[in-house]
């Protein structure tokens, strides 16, 4: 059976996968117990008045629903306070701790959350004999597992055999988050995963056929994340952990679209937001702003040193540590913005030590994948990557898709070693429409151009323009089959350069995420 016949069975398979009735979100009864105890009373009808997309509860709601992933889709236009008060209820259930800001809608909402509880008598206790019985009542537990079947032709130009391996996988990946908090306001995040996509082209990011899915841990469970971020003041975050990346460390994140494939995340996963997971520590700042619906200004710095949990890094001649002469990455991020939109620039130095100059391997980690006639020779030394991005998000859901907008540029020392990468860039485009022809669901759209080489050190040609056939794209459609169960089937394709070969890459997959 072809390829692309064997993907239109997919869907009909996972199909048996995924039930089709939706069920309701119990209600977190502790937190509603709390509720009930404001001294706010019920002074007139007008206080039932439908929430706008123009008013801050409404804004709130939607940011606590995307910063928390509580499985809770914003109605499209007004929606009524008892419709609020039930989705603040049920995005609070994957809070450890109410912050200011939440302790604010648990305000405005209290009369609507007196009155559900009031409806719901009786589950009190029984809801309370189970949480008497968790591992802890700090910690709150959420997870995510990914089905993924899928796969891609991959041809070379001039040749007629098929490159790609095309048969069709299945394959899966699972998250764990730990989300732990002391004071209300701090959190430990830890985060497990395992998954078994390292036998797969899904799981090299060789062609650009890596999903944001994919995990290569060989069905291992392994700690993913582990880091402590707290308040400082009311304007102040500050991060710091063994196992994290530079773009969590950020006072929000640079992009609004959700990607099939891993280097559409971040508005191009290349430049400044390129990095592995390590050891390290960052700090940010926010203005102050009377209504969060304003525009306001947020700088961001962190720092993370590859080989941080070694004396010795990569090589028993080499430094390891943090801090110290190692292999290391200081990000900055400077952005403005509201939730509607935002423009943010930030600026990466890498540094490499010294001994590794001469061996590409050594630096490659913190560099992206690039597409050169060359060879994929990454260059080594120290770099300096600078990265753009825009995002807007229409008023009200309907024709008009959310826009996100990526450019990266990166500059490497590469003056020990001949033929190698001096300078790559690298750009996107991502289209979102929310309640895509059903309320819940979505579309999503990219194309761009991967990291790819733009200036080549060489004897004969110093400004080697190497790789500019070089687009990629994807198209997808997140079917919403209930709260906790999303099927996306998906397209992708493009053209890449590797070692002087033209490769065309056309691929589909039907990707189901159970969310719990």
Same mark, same amino acid.
């Given at each position: 059976?072809? *390829?692309?016949?064997? *993907? ?24 509603? &117990? ?37 499985? /809770? ?26 912050? =200011?800001e939440e302790r604010r809608l648990i305000n405005e909402f209290a009369p609507e959350l007196a009155v559900i509880k009031g409806r719901i008598d009786g589950l009190e206790a029984r809801i309370g004999e189970f949480e008497a019985g968790a591992f802890s009542t700090t910690t709150k537990l959420t997870g995510k597992t990914t089905f993924v079947v899928g796969g891609f032709d991959r041809e070379t130009t001039g040749s007629t055999t098929d490159q790609g391996n095309a048969a069709v996988t299945f394959n899966y990946s699972t998250q764990l988050n730990l989300n732990t908090s002391f004071t209300g306001e701090d959190l430990l995040y830890t985060r497990i995963k395992t998954g078994n996509f390292d036998s797969t082209q899904f799981g090299s990011k060789t062609y650009g056929t890596y999903l944001s899915a994919s995990n290569a841990n060989a069905d291992a469970l392994k700690v993913d994340k582990i880091w402590y971020q707290f308040p400082v003041g009311e304007d102040f975050?500050? @991060? ?24 559409? /995340? ?44 070694? /004396? ?52 490659? /980690? ?18 300096? &990557? ?5 995002? @807007? ?6 024709? *008009? ?18 033929? =190698? ?27 761009? &151009? ?11 040609? &110093? ?9 990629? @794209? ?16 998906? *397209? ?25």
């Amino acid at each position: 059976m072809k *390829l692309f016949q064997q *993907l239109l069975v997919a869907p009909a398979a996972l199909g048996l996968l995924a039930p089709m009735a939706a069920t309701a979100a119990d209600l977190n009864m502790n937190d509603v &117990s709390g509720y009930s105890n404001s001294n706010r009373e019920i002074e007139s009808i007008s206080q039932f008045s439908d929430v706008y997309p123009t008013d801050w509860a409404y804004q709130a709601l939607s940011e606590l629903t995307e910063r928390y992933g509580c499985n /809770a889709a914003t109605p499209s236009g007004a929606m009524t306070r008892y419709e609020a008060a039930a989705l603040l209820n049920q995005c609070l259930g994957n809070v450890a701790q109410i912050t =200011s800001e939440e302790r604010r809608l648990i305000n405005e909402f209290a009369p609507e959350l007196a009155v559900i509880k009031g409806r719901i008598d009786g589950l009190e206790a029984r809801i309370g004999e189970f949480e008497a019985g968790a591992f802890s009542t700090t910690t709150k537990l959420t997870g995510k597992t990914t089905f993924v079947v899928g796969g891609f032709d991959r041809e070379t130009t001039g040749s007629t055999t098929d490159q790609g391996n095309a048969a069709v996988t299945f394959n899966y990946s699972t998250q764990l988050n730990l989300n732990t908090s002391f004071t209300g306001e701090d959190l430990l995040y830890t985060r497990i995963k395992t998954g078994n996509f390292d036998s797969t082209q899904f799981g090299s990011k060789t062609y650009g056929t890596y999903l944001s899915a994919s995990n290569a841990n060989a069905d291992a469970l392994k700690v993913d994340k582990i880091w402590y971020q707290f308040p400082v003041g009311e304007d102040f975050t500050v @991060w710091a952990g063994p196992k994290i990346e530079n773009y969590y460390m950020l006072a929000s994140s640079p992009s609004i679209y959700k990607p099939v494939l891993k280097q559409f /995340a971040l508005g191009g996963n290349a430049g400044a937001y390129a990095a592995s997971t390590d050891g390290g520590f960052g700090v940010a700042w926010t203005q102050p702003v009377e209504d969060r619906t304003q525009p306001r200004f947020a700088v961001s710095t962190n720092y993370v040193a590859k080989g941080a949990d070694s /004396a010795s890094s990569l090589d028993s001649s080499e430094g390891g540590g943090i801090l110290t002469d190692t292999q290391a990455k200081w990000l900055t991020k400077v952005e403005y913005g509201s939730p509607r939109w935002q423009v943010s620039f930030a600026f990466a130095s890498e540094m490499c030590n010294e001994t590794n100059v001469g061996d590409a391997s050594k630096c490659k /980690a913190w560099q992206e994948y690039y597409a050169t006639d060359k060879g994929n020779n990454a260059g080594t030394g120290n770099s300096k &990557s600078y990265s753009a991005r825009a995002y @807007w998000k229409p008023d009200e859901v309907g024709f *008009l898709p959310a826009i996100q907008l990526g450019y990266d540029i990166r500059d490497i020392d590469a003056d020990n070693n001949a033929d =190698s990468v001096e300078e790559t860039s690298s750009w996107m485009v991502g289209l979102i429409w929310d309640d895509a022809f059903v309320d819940g669901n979505k579309a999503g759209f990219a194309f761009g &151009s991967r990291a790819h080489a733009t200036q080549i050190r060489s004897e004969n040609d &110093s400004n080697d323009d190497d790789a500019d056939d070089n687009m990629v @794209w994807e198209m997808y459609y997140d079917f919403k089959v209930s709260d906790n169960i999303t099927v996306t089937p998906a *397209l992708f394709g493009g053209n890449d350069v590797q070692d002087g070969d033209q490769d065309d890459i056309f691929g589909g997959l039907v990707q189901t995420t159970f969310k719990f």
